[in-house]
């Protein structure tokens, strides 16, 4: 079928949920003989019998089954849409779609989204994590509203878009508990030889990490690398190697995986920026999320 008339598939439900053309009608305020004729209208129009007769009742044929099971969910979705609309806007469900950079912390990610979560309204929020480059060209198809990223677009990108600066934090280094507290005495120098957890995504921070280590002389043994920012601090509590994580979050990072915190790097920062399409913030959500600026993440 072509053209599907949902005239003609209303009155067909609204026929088998009552159960019989007469009641139907009364609940139409349509003649039994004119929805009669508009039943047998689209019968011809589906190609088949939708009810036969049992015992002057309407049973449903197994076409009519069918059919009465794609018009179950097409009129439950209208209903629902119908109450949407009804309701004001402010209380209208505000749909979010979020890339976050695979190299953001999870718990960094939660606390960007939160001022979105926080609207006077219901937020229907749909994350996607992944390659920075990726999510901005989902961003230029319209498929993402912001991305959440550790890196500014390149500059020779031929796409335009604008950069809201979230928020800064230095960068400090952990290690289960005992190698921590060994390696504090002595520090940076004690980090010598030492086994090293690397982010696969190469953030930025950690290029900053690399440049901090050559600059004190210390050479550290990488000895993984991986790019799951909760996977690499499980690595580290079970003391494969050191790892760098982000100072705002070190108690969350030090209750959760039962590390300790070796030193804090004033010299090596992690930024984090918000990426839309326009300098322009139209969506309600994105716009909270880029004015929040996140200063309380600045340690």
Same mark, same amino acid.
Request: proline fraction near 4%.
């Given at each position: 079928m072509e053209n599907l008339n949902l005239r003609h598939l209303y009155y067909f439900w609204v026929i088998s949920r009552e159960g019989s053309i007469a009641r139907a009608s009364e609940v139409l305020d349509l003649a039994p003989q004119t929805l009669s004729g508009q039943l047998a209208t689209?019968?011809?129009?589906?190609?088949?019998? %939708?009810f036969s007769r049992e015992r002057r009742q309407l049973v449903l044929t197994e076409l009519g089954h069918m059919v009465r099971s794609y018009a179950d969910e097409i009129f439950e979705l209208t209903g629902q849409l119908s109450e949407t609309l009804r309701a004001g806007p402010e209380h209208r469900p505000l749909s979010l779609s979020a890339g976050i950079s695979a190299s953001i912390h999870k718990l960094i990610a939660y606390y960007l989204l939160h001022p979105a979560m926080? %609207?006077?309204?219901?937020?229907? %929020?749909? @994350? +996607?994590?992944?390659?920075?480059? $990726?999510?901005?060209?989902?961003?230029k198809r319209k498929e993402l509203d912001v991305v959440l990223t550790d890196r500014m677009p390149q500059a020779e990108s031929p796409e335009r878009f604008a950069v809201?600066?979230?928020?800064?934090s230095t960068i400090s280094l952990f290690a289960a508990p005992e190698l921590a507290e060994e390696l504090k005495t002595g520090f940076p120098h004690s980090l010598n030889h030492q086994p090293l957890l690397a982010n696969a995504t190469d953030a930025p921070y950690f290029e900053k990490l690399m440049h901090w280590f050559n600059l004190n002389n210390?050479?550290?043994?990488?000895?993984? +690398? /991986? $790019? $799951?920012?909760?996977?690499?601090?499980?690595?580290? +509590?079970?003391?494969?190697?050191?790892?760098?994580?982000?100072?705002?979050?070190? $108690?969350?990072? @030090?209750?959760?995986?039962?590390?300790a915190l070796i030193a804090s790097? #004033?010299? /090596?920062? #992690?930024q984090l920026f918000a990426v839309t399409r326009s300098r322009k913030l139209a969506h309600e959500g994105v716009r909270a999320i880029c004015e929040a600026r996140q200063g309380i993440f600045e340690r």
């Open positions: 689209f019968e011809g129009a589906v190609g088949g019998r %939708l926080k %609207l006077n309204r219901p937020v229907q %929020l749909e @994350c +996607r994590t992944g390659r920075t480059e $990726d999510l901005l060209l989902s961003l809201h600066p979230l928020s800064r210390v050479r550290m043994n990488l000895v993984a +690398r /991986v $790019d $799951d920012s909760a996977l690499i601090k499980v690595f580290g +509590r079970e003391g494969v190697g050191v790892f760098a994580a982000p100072t705002m979050i070190q $108690d969350e990072v @030090c209750r959760q995986y039962q590390v790097l #004033d010299e /090596v920062t #992690d």
